[in-house]
């Protein structure tokens, strides 16, 4: 019998775990300041509404109906479409192992906030703690410069990840209780204490106030659509297994609005955290869309500037690297939560068994991040997955649902519990089987446009070798797209011992 959440209340907030991760405490905020604040906002909720609550719904809806994980779910709408769902396992497995890199990196400032306490009024000395202690060459030639203290974060980091979900939905129920609730409470304090700095106003007027000429600006659409499809854990399995989870009688489509604008809220108190907390000390201008930057870099300095007190400033730096460590955690073991389910699916393995070994192999493979190359590599792989990969794996379902499925019965299952507010036909429909796929079709295509126009076969960043890019990049992407084809090799391997494929689709499924 397949595990179920405990409750709703579980469900929902494990999503919202998933959802909300470091991207909304930094790279929200930075997008903002770079893009007239309130017009971001705006067109932020625009895509949120048109693209990323319809995506939400389709993956949560049919993993409900099928019990299956990505590629389960894929393919009981159509049986060509399981690579698909091989494609968002693989973005999650190429995203979770860097992740975890940050998530240490994370947990290693949290552990050296007490040095801010010797830092106040030291912003160069701060901007240099992180770096220097992950020992960073900046390039991708520093593979024999190994920093010790982020291999044992990192150990911390999965061995975290695993004791979160090593009894499935039972033991992610209970940690999200806490990991959802406690960054809240720690934005608030933060927020409190950023709106009663000198000169916080002035960054509310950014943040909130709409500079509606930045909406000629085309970067300010592609990033905000961006940033709503990435936020909202769609194209990486997340959704797909967590839905599968979820009790017949779950109201999918209240649940996942509530999901979604509870995304949009944390990213907004973290927005008012970020913009009060630095005009308060006269950094206003110095916000970055660079999440790394931010949250290593330019707050440290922000920190020890906070107030006179170092005791203070210490404790504040405890607090937000605190706030950063459950955000991390809740999105990593998500991601693994996700793979694992499709994996134990598709062989039949115990699920226990499956997340340890992901763990492990994962745990391994993301050592190469705590070599002084590892920030080079992370960049790199991180550009090529989110701007090619996931967007096409976002396409592919979209069109699988849309064209190659009768979209009207996934809207049947979305409304089957729904008793007041439905989610309309004219919604729905038009989004899942056009719109999201012509506006993520435009993002992927703006995306090659900025390849291209940044000299061909590189895009990851300036200063990176075309044999970098093509290593980290290019050979990554290839990978991930060729997911299925391997998967398929290893099931027929496996069928030549006597196993048997489970293949049914949608109408073989029975309540």
């Known amino acids: 019998m397949r595990e179920k959440w405990s409750s709703r209340s579980a469900f929902i907030l494990a999503a919202i775990g998933s959802a909300v991760g470091l991207g909304n405490a930094w790279r929200f905020p930075g997008l903002a300041a770079k893009y007239g604040g309130g017009a971001f906002l705006f067109v932020y909720l625009i895509a949120m509404l048109v693209v990323g609550i319809p995506l939400l719904m389709m993956e949560i809806s049919v993993a409900r109906y099928t019990r299956q994980g990505a590629p389960g779910s894929m393919r009981a709408m159509n049986k060509k479409a399981e690579d698909i769902g091989w494609l968002a396992v693989s973005n999650g497995i190429g995203i979770s192992i860097y992740y975890a890199a940050v998530f240490a990196w994370v947990i290693l400032m949290f552990c050296l906030s007490y040095k801010f306490m010797g830092l106040s009024g030291d912003t160069e000395g701060a901007s240099k703690l992180w770096a220097t202690t992950i020992k960073t060459t900046g390039t991708t030639t520093g593979f024999t ?184 955690i809740d999105s990593l073991f998500s991601i693994i939560e996700g793979i694992s389910t499709a994996v134990s699916d598709k062989f039949k393995l115990s699920k226990k068994k499956t997340t340890l070994t992901i763990c492990l192999i994962e745990g391994v493979i993301s050592l190469i991040y705590v070599t002084g190359a590892g920030l080079a590599v992370l960049d790199i792989v991180d550009y090529f997955i989110n701007s090619y990969t996931l967007i096409i794996t976002g396409i592919l379902e979209m069109i699988a649902a849309g064209w190659f499925f009768k979209t009207t019965k996934i809207l049947d299952e979305l409304n089957r519990n729904t008793k007041g507010f439905k989610m309309p036909y004219w919604w729905f429909v038009p989004s899942i089987k056009v719109v999201s796929p012509v506006v993520l079709i435009g993002l992927f295509v703006w995306n090659i446009y900025n390849l291209i126009k940044g000299g061909g076969i590189y895009g990851a960043a300036d200063g990176y070798s075309l044999k970098a890019n093509i290593i980290f990049g290019w050979v990554v992407v290839l990978l991930i797209l060729c997911s299925g084809l391997i998967v398929k090799g290893i099931v027929r391997f496996k069928k030549a011992k006597g196993f048997t494929e489970d293949e049914r689709t949608w109408d073989d499924f029975k309540k």
Do not use: H
């Not at 005791?311 to 405890?318: E, G």
């Open 145 to 328: 410069t190994i920093s010790w203290p982020v291999v044992g974060c990192l150990i911390l980091a999965w061995a975290l990840c695993y004791i979160c979900i090593r009894n499935g939905t039972t033991s992610v129920g209970k940690v999200v209780k806490y990991t959802v609730s406690l960054p809240v409470i720690c934005l608030l304090i933060m927020a409190i204490r950023g709106v009663m700095m000198p000169g916080a106003m002035s960054g509310f007027v950014k943040l909130f106030i709409p500079d509606w000429s930045a909406l000629g600006n085309s970067n300010l659409w592609v990033d905000a659509i961006g940033q709503v499809f990435y936020s909202l854990s769609t194209s990486m399995a997340i959704m797909f297994a967590y839905g599968s989870f979820i009790d017949d009688e779950t109201n999918i489509v209240v649940d996942t609005i509530i999901i979604s604008f509870s995304d949009m809220f944390i990213s907004i108190l973290a927005g008012i955290v970020m913009f009060t907390t630095m005009a308060g000390v006269g950094m206003l201008d110095n916000m970055s869309a660079s999440g790394i930057a931010t949250a290593f870099i330019i707050y440290p300095q922000a920190i020890v500037k906070i107030s006179s007190s170092p005791v203070f400033n210490m404790i504040f730096a405890f607090i937000f690297y605190f706030c950063l460590i459950t955000l991390a």
